[in-house]
């Protein structure tokens, strides 16, 4: 029997396409260190996020394929992910590290742009990802609440704040500057400083997402947190209600504004079934985020139900996600961290799919 080629697997694999990038997975360069000792064959896909959706389909599909061809008795796949840096980030304050910001944004206030922010962001870590939250939200900053960490003083470390970790993410909060009882009132120049010592003067480390909580509405200081923060993408948070949809069209117009790719639609407490009868009520009414998404030609990242382990975990610091994890909200809040992860990637590789193809 005669031993498979590295070329035979090669255009094996090339027949894979991502779902999403639109081209094949050898083109694109995820197919890297692959061996082949007689029968065996091995290799990893490289991904470009670890929450990505298709990659348990995408390995048995590589596996099969492979496992087809003459002469191959076993196929070993390791499955990998190296999350592409954004392209928004290269013209503007770079923050050493950090590949992709995430703005979770939302035309008003309450509708759980800070829930979504931080089981988003806890998501995203659990999947694998190396992850960051930074609360911007100037008014009312209540991150270090949810995640239960308290509002101390995060360590200066060589002149640098050491960002607080907790549930498997790091945090820093405009909280850590200003008291929580002394709301901030800052405008123009004194909030450049401050937001500008947020992305300059933090450790991050090397981060693969920093999710960054921003303040509800679309007004100048909202503006301007969205032309200093370097971000890759925004979410917009809603809920299904048609007044809460207005303000949404108001926070799309501000990305716009500053040329920010909106990645798409969240809405939050889209419906709520009752415990003990299954019955689902549409509190506050049905359709508003698909009619959005369809309206603006975005895309509906996903629907959150109301529950109240949603708000007890934002109560105790414990997102919902781990408090939770077999809850519906918390699957809900896991999907759309990978539809988030999937759009960042789809951004991110948008100018140049062939920076990938180099590596083998
Ligand atoms: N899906 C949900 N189910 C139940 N409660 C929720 C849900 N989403 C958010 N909440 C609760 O609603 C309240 C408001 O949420 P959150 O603070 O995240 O909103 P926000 O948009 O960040 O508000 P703000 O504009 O004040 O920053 C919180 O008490 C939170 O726990
Ligand atoms: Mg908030």
């Known amino acids: 029997m005669s031993h498979v080629t590295e070329a035979a697997v090669r255009e094996a694999l090339g027949t894979i396409i991502d779902p999403d990038l639109r081209k094949d997975i050898v083109t694109l360069g995820f197919v890297r260190d692959l061996a082949i000792n007689e029968g065996d064959v091995s290799f990893r896909i490289v991904l470009t996020t670890p929450a990505c959706p298709v990659k348990e389909e995408m390995e048995s599909q590589a596996r099969e394929i492979v496992s087809g061809l003459d002469g191959v008795i076993n196929v070993n796949v390791t499955m990998d992910a190296e999350v592409p840096q954004g392209r928004g980030i290269k013209n503007n304050i770079a923050i050493p590290g950090v590949r992709n910001i995430i703005a979770v944004s939302s035309g008003k206030g309450g509708v759980g742009k800070s829930t979504v922010a931080v089981n988003l962001a806890v998501a995203l870590a659990a ?70 010592q947020f992305l300059t003067d933090v450790n991050w480390g090397e981060l693969d997402y920093l999710v960054v909580d921003m303040p509800p ?41 500053v040329n920010i790719p909106v990645l798409g639609v969240v809405e939050n407490m889209s419906y709520f079934i009752a415990p003990d009868t299954g019955t689902k009520y549409e509190i506050f009414g049905k359709g508003g985020g698909q009619k959005l998404a369809d309206e603006y030609s975005l895309n509906l990242l996903g629907q959150v139900p109301l529950g109240m382990e949603v708000r007890e975990g934002g109560d105790n610091g414990i997102p919902v996600v781990i408090s939770a994890p077999d809850s519906p909200q918390a699957a809900a809040f896991r999907s759309t961290a990978e539809e988030v992860a999937r759009h960042v990637s789809i951004e991110a590789m948008k100018p140049e799919l062939v920076i990938m193809s180099r590596a083998n």
């Open 127 to 196: 999947d694998g990802a190396k992850v960051g939250i930074m609360d911007a939200d100037v008014y009312g900053p209540n991150v270090p609440l949810m995640l239960g960490t308290g509002y101390d003083q995060p360590d200066v470390i060589d002149g640098q704040l050491k960002p607080i970790e907790a549930h498997g993410i790091k945090m820093i909060s405009m909280a850590v500057l200003v008291p929580p009882d002394k709301p901030m009132i800052l405008r123009g120049p004194m909030l450049h400083g401050v937001v500008r």
């Open 217 to 257: 509405g679309t007004g100048d200081v909202q503006l301007s947190l969205a032309q200093l923060v370097p971000v890759q993408g925004a979410i917009l948070v809603t809920t299904p209600q048609e007044v809460s949809l207005s303000d949404v069209r108001r926070a799309i117009k501000m990305f716009e504004q």
